[in-house]
């Protein structure tokens, strides 16, 4: 059972991480809490066997790298850009995995509540009653776990080193994905 203490704990590192303690900081950091509870792991811990997959990428993902202490670095947390309010948590050793969703965001009439309230609400509310939980099946390749590159190539066209298979092979050669389907960036001639 979750306590309001650990709550509490929990949603003041998150807070100080993002920068301020909104909606998303205050349901992100249950919504961990919970996944961490449900796969049996401690809190303030780092989870070797842990991956998280965030299916949104606002308030509520910091929380969860907060609370979980999975990084992108450490290739522990993984972002989808689903645009849901959903995270899933996946034991590898294990090979569990739930994925937990926010009711609230998901109801097509929102409560009129202020910021305060809203914390107060996620803080008081059990969690069983905030969010679904669905046991879900993960896969992975080898080249998207955790620990060093497995796998390493060079562009055919910009020349850049491209890990972990995110490459396409157009022609018979490797192009990096930007190369092939353009890029967030464009390069400015001096």
Not at 39 to 48: A, I, V, Y
Not at 152 to 175: N, Q
């Amino acid at each position: 059972m979750m306590d309001i203490k650990d709550y509490d704990e929990q949603l003041k590192m998150a807070g100080e991480f993002h920068g301020e303690i909104c909606g998303g900081i205050a349901i992100g950091t249950k919504l961990a809490m919970y996944g961490l509870e449900l796969m049996g792991m401690e809190l303030n811990q780092r989870h070797k066997n842990l991956i998280v997959f965030l299916e949104i990428d606002r308030c509520m993902a910091d929380a969860v790298q907060v609370v979980t202490k999975c990084t992108m670095g450490k290739r522990a947390l993984k972002q989808m850009y689903y645009g849901k309010f959903a995270v899933t948590f996946y034991n590898m050793d294990t090979d569990e995995a739930l994925r937990i969703s926010d009711a609230d965001a998901n109801k097509k009439e929102k409560n009129k509540e202020t910021r305060e309230e809203m914390v107060a609400r996620f803080r008081n509310t059990p969690p069983e009653e905030l969010f679904k939980v669905e046991k879900v099946k993960v896969k992975l390749t080898e080249a998207q776990m955790p620990g060093k590159p497995h796998t390493s190539t060079f562009c055919s066209v910009c020349g850049e080193k491209v890990t972990d298979g995110r490459h396409l092979i157009r022609g018979g050669r490797p192009v990096c994905i930007s190369c092939a389907e353009g890029s967030y960036y464009e390069l400015i001639e001096d």
